[in-house]
C-alpha cells in the first residue's frame, strides 16, 4: 500500500507519539468508553515514558483511566463516572487514588462532558443545559482555588444563570468548554491518506477529537484510501485533524472493538485482582505494562488462545457465547 | 406459582411499571432486565437504548455494560452520545431510565459519587454518569436499590441525581420542565411517592415480606399504611424472563 | 415486504400527512439544502391543501421554499439563504414578496441556524456563539413586536452578553433554540420497520428532525428493515422520531438525490422562466404543482427523457455529463 | 503569453494567496475554481471543503452550488453543517474562506441581504448563508466582487458579515478571536488592508487596467500609490484551470 506524504509524516511509532503529543503536564482526552475502544497502547506507552502530572478530561471511562492512575501519570480528572462495568464498578485505582487525595477529581455528568466536548468542537466558549440543577455537581467543586484559572481550567466549574429567553424565571447551567491538548483514539480503521472510519458506537470520540489540539489514533488496519471514499458517509473524521497514525492491532485489548474482538473478561478479572492491592497492581505493571516495546510482545504475551477466545463474529461484531461471568 | 429470586421479582415489578410505547433508557444489570421483560410482555412498541447511543439492540446476547459491543448489534441505529442524550431529553418522547445509586434519600435523591467528605471520601463511587441526566431530564424514572439501612438515608452524602429534591414543587421550581422518580423497587418491595408532598412510602411489599421488615429496613421514617401485597411473577413473566432474556444466568446470578 | 404495525400507522398518503401534520399556521422546518433533496412532494401537496400563514425555519433552503412563498402559503420565514444556487442565486418569488413585505424575514446565519435546530435537538434553551458580532444581523430584528413573544417566536432574537468564564471582556451571541412543529425530509430510505438512511450529506436533517414536534418523511424506496439493521452506522433516524412516511420515487425533483438522480437544469431553468412574473409563476402552478394527485401524474408530466437524463451513476452518485449550463 | 478572460486572472489571482496545507472554505463559482487551482499549482496538501459537509470531494466535475451531489463524491467524509462548522472554526486550522457579496465597504464589511430599508427593501439577496460565519471565526477571508462603484460603497446598506468592522482594532474589540479579510479580488485587480487601520487599498492591477480605472470603479476613496501591475497568469495556470478544472468553462463562461 502506497501514503500520501501527509499520511507517511503522522506514521510514527507509540514512543515518538508520547514524546511529540503528551508532555507531562497535559490536559488528555481518552476516547472509548468504559470496556470499549480504550486507546490501550497509548496508554502503556504513557505509563512507560513515566509521563506525570497528567490531567484528564473523560465522560464514562474504564480500562485506561484506571490504568494511568494507578500508575501514578495524573493528578488531575474531570469526568463522569469512573469503572470498569461490572468487572469494577468503581475503578479500583481510581477508587483508591480519589479517596487517598493523590489526585484531584471533578465530578460532571455524561451529557455535560458531551455538551462540554461538542461546544468545544464547535468553538463555543460555554454551553447551557437544565442537567444537574439542584445537585452537589454544582455546588461541589473538585479542583480548588490553587488550580482554578490555571491553564485551562476555567475560574468557574460551572455556573448557574437566568435563560435570558424566557420571561419568567428559568435558571440553566452554563458549562465551559472544554478544549483538551490531546485526545487518544482507537479506531478500527485509517486509510493510506489518514482518513479514519470507527464501526459500531463512536461514542465522543468525535467531538473529543475535534475539541482537541492534537489526536493521536492507534487503529487495527490500515487500509486503501480507496475503498474508504467510496463510502464516505461512513468515514469519522478527516486525515487533517489527526497528528499520529500507529498501527494497532488489538490495540483496545483488555476492552472491546466492535467487530474485531469483545473485551476480555478473564483479563479484567485478573486487573481487578491485581489491582486490589498497591502490590498486585504494582506487579500488574511489571507483568503486563513495563515490558513491551511493541505490540507484537504485548499480544505475545495475552496469548493465542485467549485471542481466539475474543474474535468477533464479523456479522454480530462481538464474541458469542463468550463466558462473561 | 414457581419459586422466583428477589432479582427475578424486582425486574418483573419494574418491568411492570412500563407503558407500552415508552422509550427506555437501560444501564446495565436488573435495568436491562427490566426494560427488556417490559419489551417482551407489556410493552411491545417500546424500543431500549442506551446512553452510549445504540438504539433498539437485538439483545440476542445480553450486554454488560452500555458500551458493551452487544448493544451495537442488530440495532436500528449506532450513534453516540450526543444522539442518545437527544432521545432521552426529547419532549415528544416518554422516555423511562432506569438508575441505581449508592444512596438514596426520602424524596428520591441519589448518591452515586462519594461517602464522607466529597474532597476525602471515605468511599469514592463511579460518579453520576448519565444518571444525572436522566434523572433530571427524561419523562420520568425507575429506581433500583438494594433495600438497606445505609442506603436508604434521610440525606444523601452528595446529592448526584435530581429526585423530587426537598420535596413538593421544590423540583420544578429548581427548573426542571418534567420527570422525577415515579417508582424505587427494591428487593422488598416497591416505594412511590406521594403526589403532594413527593414524600417515598411503601406501594408494594413481596410475597413473604412484611412491611414493618421494610420499615425497619429503611434509615428513615416510610409509611407503609398503604401498601398491598405484590402479585407474584406469573408463569409467562418468568419463563420470559429465564428463557430468553438472561438464559445465562448472568444478571440473574 | 411486511411492515410492522408501527410501520404500518405510519404510511399514509400525502393529502393525510399534510392534513394532521401541517395545520395552517404551523412552523415549519424543510430538509435537504437549496438544490438537494428539498421536500418536494410534500410542498406540492402543501400548496394544493390550500395552507396558509405557515412559518418557514429553514438554514439554507431554495426550491421548495421559493414554491411556498410564490404560492402564498407563508406569512414568516427565519433563514440564513434563500436562492437556488445559479439557477436563481436569489430565490425569485422570496425576493420578490419580500421585497414588497408579503412576507417578514429574519435573517440569521447558517451556523446560527445550525446551532439553533442543534440546541433544539438537546433540550438546550438557548446556544452560545461568537459568529455575526458587530454586524446587522444582531441589529435588525425582521419580526416585529407585533408577532414577538407569541407562539414559538421569542422576545429576542438574540442577545449578547459576557462570556461567565472570561476574566476579561468577551462577548458572546445567544441564539435562542428552534422547536419546530414539523420537519419535512425527502430520504434515500426507510426500512420496512420505520428506520430512515439518508445516503450521502446529510446537511442539517438529523438536527432538525430531532427538534421537532412531527416529522414527515418521504423517501425513494422502502426497504427491508433488516437490511438497514445489517449496518446501523449508516442510518439516520429511528422510526420513533418519524410520524409519517411516503414512499415518494424521485420525489425531490427537481432537485438532486444523492446516489438516484441529480438536479433537473432544464426544469430549473423553466421554473426561473415561469416564476419572473407574478402572471407566469401562477401558469407555473397550474401546469406543474395543481393537477396531481400522485406523484405518478407528476413523473408522467416530466417524462421519461427528463428522468432518466438525470439519472445518477450508482458509483458517482450524480449524473456524469449533464448539461448544467 | 496567452489571451485570459477576467474571469481567468481572478481565480488565478485569488489562488495565488493560498498557503499550502490550508483548509479551503469554498462557496461556488470563482471561489470553486480558486480554491481548485489553489491545490493544483500552489497547495498540494490543501483541501478544499464546503458547508454543507462534503470534505475534499474528487470534484471530478464542478459543482454549481454547495449542495451539489458533486460535493459529496469522493470525499474522506460525508457529515453535514454541524461537522463542517466544526471544521471552519478549528483553532488548529488555517482555514481560508471563499466569498462573495452585492456590495463591500472600505474595511471589508460585506451586505449579501438587502438594499435599502431592511423591512421593504430595494432589492432582496439570499442572505448571510455561511459567509457570514466564515467571515466571523474563520482563519481568514478572500473576498469576490465585480468592481462596480454602486458595490464598493462608503458604507453597506445591511452588514451582513463582518470584516474589519471600522477598522483599527474594532474587530478584535467586538470579540473575534482571528480571522478578517485578507485580499479583496475584483475584475481590476486585488485589494489589500492596511495592517494599521485596516482600511482597503489597491494592491495590484492587472495587466491592461490603469490605477485611476480602478479608483473611478470604486465608490469611496481608494489608495492606489503601492499598487503594482499583477504577474498575468502563467501557461501553467491557465492549462490547469481550463483544461483541468473547468473544461466545460462551465465557470468560466
Redesign the interface.
Known amino acids: 500500500m502506497e501514503f500520501t ?2 499520511m507517511q509524516k503522522k506514521l510514527m511509532s507509540t514512543a515518538e507519539a508520547v514524546e511529540r503529543f503528551v508532555p507531562d503536564g497535559a490536559m488528555v482526552s481518552l476516547g ?5 475502544r480504550n486507546p490501550m497502547l497509548i496508554t502503556r506507552e504513557i505509563i512507560r515514558a513515566g509521563r506525570r502530572d497528567l490531567h484528564l478530561a473523560v ?2 471511562h ?1 480500562q485506561a483511566l484506571d490504568l494511568l492512575i494507578g500508575a501514578g501519570c495524573v493528578s488531575k480528572v474531570e ?8 468487572f469494577a ?3 479500583i485505582r ?2 483508591a487514588a ?4 493523590d489526585i484531584l ?1 471533578e ?6 462532558m ?2 462540554r466536548f ?1 461546544a468545544g ?17 454544582l455546588e ?1 467543586w ?1 479542583f480548588g482555588p490553587e488550580v482554578r ?1 490555571q491553564g485551562k481550567i ?3 466549574k460551572m ?1 448557574v ?1 437566568q ?5 419568567e ?4 447551567v ?1 458549562l ?1 468548554a472544554l ?1 483538551p491538548d490531546v485526545t487518544l483514539l482507537h479506531a478500527q480503521c485509517v ?1 493510506t ?1 489518514g ?1 479514519v472510519r470507527i ?9 473529543q477529537a ?1 475539541a482537541s ?2 489526536v493521536i489514533v492507534t487503529c487495527e488496519e490500515i487500509v486503501p ?1 480507496d475503498y ?3 463510502d ?10 489527526v497528528d499520529a497514525v500507529i498501527p494497532a492491532p488489538v490495540g483496545a485489548h483488555p476492552t ?1 472493538c ?1 467487530q474485531y474482538y ?2 476480555d473478561p478473564t483479563h479484567l478479572k485478573l486487573y481487578r485482582d491485581y489491582a486490589s492491592s498497591d502490590d498486585g497492581f504494582q506487579r500488574y505493571l511489571e507483568e503486563w505494562v513495563l515490558p513491551f516495546q511493541t505490540q507484537e510482545e504485548y499480544l505475545a504475551k495475552v496469548g493465542a488462545p485467549d485471542l481466539e477466545r475474543i474474535k ?1 463474529n464479523r ?4 464474541a ?1 457465547g463468550l463466558d ?2 | 406459582m414457581s419459586d422466583y429470586t428477589r432479582k427475578e421479582i424486582m425486574a418483573i415489578s419494574a418491568g411492570r411499571l412500563v407503558n407500552d410505547g415508552d422509550i427506555l433508557f437501560a444501564g ?2 436488573l435495568s436491562m432486565l427490566a426494560a427488556t421483560v417490559a419489551k417482551h410482555i407489556y410493552a411491545p412498541n417500546s424500543v431500549v437504548f442506551f ?4 438504539i433498539d439492540p437485538s439483545l ?2 445480553l450486554p ?10 442488530g440495532t436500528c441505529l ?5 444522539d442518545a ?1 437527544a432521545v ?1 431529553v426529547h419532549r415528544r418522547l416518554r422516555t423511562i431510565a432506569f438508575l441505581g445509586a449508592a444512596q438514596i434519600d426520602p424524596h428520591g435523591n441519589l448518591n452515586s ?2 461517602l464522607g467528605d ?16 436522566a434523572a ?2 427524561a419523562y420520568g424514572s425507575i429506581i433500583f436499590m438494594a433495600h438497606q439501612k445505609r442506603r436508604f438515608v434521610p440525606q444523601v452524602d ?5 429526585g423530587w ?1 426537598s420535596g413538593g414543587d ?2 420544578q421550581k ?4 418534567r420527570g422525577g422518580p415515579m417508582a424505587v423497587v427494591t428487593d422488598l418491595g416497591v416505594m412511590k411517592f406521594d403526589e403532594q408532598t413527593k414524600y417515598m412510602y411503601l406501594e408494594q411489599y413481596y410475597p413473604g415480606v412484611a412491611p414493618e421488615q421494610v420499615r425497619e429496613n429503611t434509615g428513615f421514617e416510610l409509611d407503609v399504611s398503604q401498601a398491598r401485597e405484590a402479585e407474584p411473577p406469573n408463569e409467562k413473566e418468568l419463563t420470559t424472563l429465564r428463557r430468553d432474556i438472561d438464559p ?1 444466568r ?1 444478571i440473574l446470578g
Open positions: 506524504p501527509s472509548g468508553f468504559t470496556v470499549n465522560h464514562s474504564g469526568l463522569a463516572y469512573g469503572g470498569v462495568a461490572r464498578p468503581t475503578g481510581f477508587r480519589a479517596s487517598r487525595g477529581v465530578d460532571y455528568s455524561n451529557f455535560h458531551s455538551l461538542l468542537s464547535l468553538g463555543l466558549p460555554f454551553i447551557p443545559s437544565r442537567s444537574g440543577l439542584g445537585t452537589d455537581v461541589k473538585g484559572g476555567p475560574e468557574k455556573v444563570d435563560n435570558p429567553f424566557a420571561e424565571e428559568d435558571p440553566v452554563l465551559p478544549e486509510g491518506g482518513t464501526k459500531g458506537l463512536t461514542f465522543l470520540d468525535v467531538e475535534r489540539d492534537a484510501e474508504l471514499r467510496q464516505p458517509d461512513q468515514n469519522t473524521l478527516p486525515s487533517f485533524l472491546a466492535h469483545d473485551y468477533a456479522v454480530l461484531g462481538y458469542p462473561r461471568r | 446495565t444489570g446512553e452510549t447511543g445504540g440476542h446476547e454488560l455494560a452500555v458500551a458493551d459491543p452487544r448493544v451495537m448489534s449506532n450513534t453516540g452520545l450526543i442524550f432521552l459519587t462519594a466529597y474532597h476525602r471520601p471515605s468511599a469514592r463511587f463511579p460518579g453520576a454518569g448519565g444518571a444525572l441526566d433530571s431530564l452528595y446529592l448526584s441525581s435530581p429534591l421544590s423540583r429548581a427548573g426542571f420542565k445465562g448472568l
